[in-house]
């Protein structure tokens, strides 16, 4: 039978990273795994989690009660059939070295629900995709149902929404509005493609408390929104990071925008996630805004 140790794979991310920290309060022994050294960890393992043999040696000798995946990504090199092997490739190898009495949890996107245009998005919803990388992460999200429903393992998507807060990378909606932000003289106006586009700001500080939540819950197996269940506009965030970083211009909607989205609104709702583990999101918009103004090297 699996012990109560936690064993995370990719743990080098930086959502990884803050979600090691937080787990590490805990009395579980917490493993890791990633491809590159990791100084924090104590017990950490090099290798490649697309290598079964690997995999289930490693997952064998950890006996984890809980295995966390935050392997995935929103590009990759090749065609998009390579796109859904990242995203759902070791979700599909842990299904073969590690079922039985474990619970797995990879991460899932809101990218899955891509035009779909109700006020708040739950996870019983019609779902349409706008993106390759929304498509990838529903395949995963549906292997993992699929699977469920077959064997009843216990496995969690976790759909996560837009990230903010310490450290966020510069691939991310909010940091690149950040770093443009940054680049203002003081009395600078900022002008935006579309700051009336709306979406659910979460911060990284609040997601990794929230998967501490759902390991440390009798949650049943499914997809889980992972959100604050706040509407906000690019003008909001932007805003906040103005204030931040103590600039005085005004914030202006570019006459001949070069950008629009064609998702309006992307907000979730966080129902389904609150009744599974009592846990909500804590931290303000300005108070993500001021932590993620406070780091300039953020980690990739």
């Given at each position: ?148 429903h077959l064997t009843g393992a ?88 103005m204030t931040s970083h103590e ?54």
């Amino acid at each position: 039978m699996p012990s109560d140790s936690i064993l995370i794979l990719g743990s080098n991310s930086y959502l990884a990273r803050q979600t090691f920290s937080e787990l590490l309060k805990s009395d579980r022994r917490v493993s890791t795994v990633s491809r590159q050294p990791q100084p924090e960890s104590d017990f950490h393992t090099v290798g490649d989690c697309f290598d079964e043999a690997f995999l289930a040696d490693v997952v064998s000798r950890v006996n984890p009660a809980t295995i966390i995946s935050f392997i995935g990504g929103p590009t990759c090199p090749g065609n998009y059939a390579d796109l859904v092997t990242l995203n759902c490739g070791v979700l599909q190898q842990l299904c073969r070295v590690a079922l039985e009495g474990v619970k797995v949890i990879s991460i899932g996107s809101a990218a899955e629900y891509g035009a779909a245009t109700e006020e708040f998005l739950t996870e019983y919803q019609e779902v349409k995709p706008a993106s390759d990388y929304g498509h990838a992460k529903l395949a995963q999200s549906a292997f993992a149902t699929g699977v469920t429903h077959l064997t009843g393992a216990h496995l969690i998507i976790v759909r996560l929404f837009n990230l903010i807060g310490s450290n966020t990378p510069s691939t991310l909606i909010s940091e690149k509005i950040r770093q443009r932000v940054v680049d203002l003289e003081t009395s600078e106006d900022l002008i935006l493609d579309d700051p009336d586009m709306t979406r659910d700001f979460i911060d990284v500080a609040d997601v990794a408390s929230g998967l501490v939540a759902l390991v440390e819950s009798d949650c049943k197996a499914g997809i889980y929104n992972l959100c604050s269940g706040r509407a906000t506009s690019l003008a909001e965030l932007a805003a906040a990071f103005m204030t931040s970083h103590e600039k005085k211009g005004f914030l202006k909607k570019a006459e001949k925008p070069e950008f629009r989205s064609p998702v309006r609104r992307a907000v979730g709702s966080t129902n389904k996630f609150l009744a599974a583990t009592k846990w909500s999101a804590s931290r303000t918009l300005q108070q993500s805004a001021n932590d993620q103004a406070a780091v300039t090297t953020p980690l990739l």
